[in-house]
């Protein structure tokens, strides 16, 4: 699987921005995809992951009420809508994916280290 991460991009504080992890490959729609952040000097943090398995859907604190997570497995397609940005959002984004051959906890597929595939990012940036 590949994944092509976009939709990034400059945006006030209280704005939105919707982020898309395009996949190719086969089996799409079998694989848990979530996304994770990054921001300058500190380590990647789990944002949300949404589950081929019962389409399960779990959040970061940070992020619950604000961000929503949605798939089109028919355009191998994840969606991350983000509203009521902050400048703290800012970071790098980045969409991976997980076989989903066993149902494993949720807290699972909030370690990045569980993911087997990364998009290459795309760049948030939140202004006060």
């Known amino acids: 699987v590949q994944l092509q991460a976009s939709g990034g991009g400059l945006v006030q504080a209280g704005g939105s921005l919707r982020l898309s992890c395009a996949a190719s490959?086969?089996?799409?729609?079998?694989?848990?995809i979530g996304w994770f952040r990054q921001a300058p000097g500190k380590e990647r943090e789990f944002v949300t992951f949404?589950?081929?398995?019962?389409?399960?859907?779990y959040y970061a604190d940070s992020v619950k009420g604000r961000f929503t997570i949605s798939r089109d497995n028919a355009k191998n397609t994840v969606y991350l809508q983000m509203s009521s940005l902050r400048p703290e959002d800012t970071a790098v984004y980045y969409c991976?994916?997980?076989?989903?051959?066993?149902?494993?906890?949720?807290?699972?597929?909030?370690?990045?280290?569980?993911?087997?595939?990364w998009g290459q990012g795309t760049l948030v940036t939140v202004s006060s």
């Open positions: 949404i589950r081929w398995t019962g389409g399960r859907i």
């Open positions: 991976a994916a997980k076989p989903d051959l066993i149902d494993y906890s949720d807290t699972y597929y909030t370690a990045y280290t569980t993911y087997d595939y």
């Open positions: 490959g086969r089996a799409f729609s079998t694989y848990t």
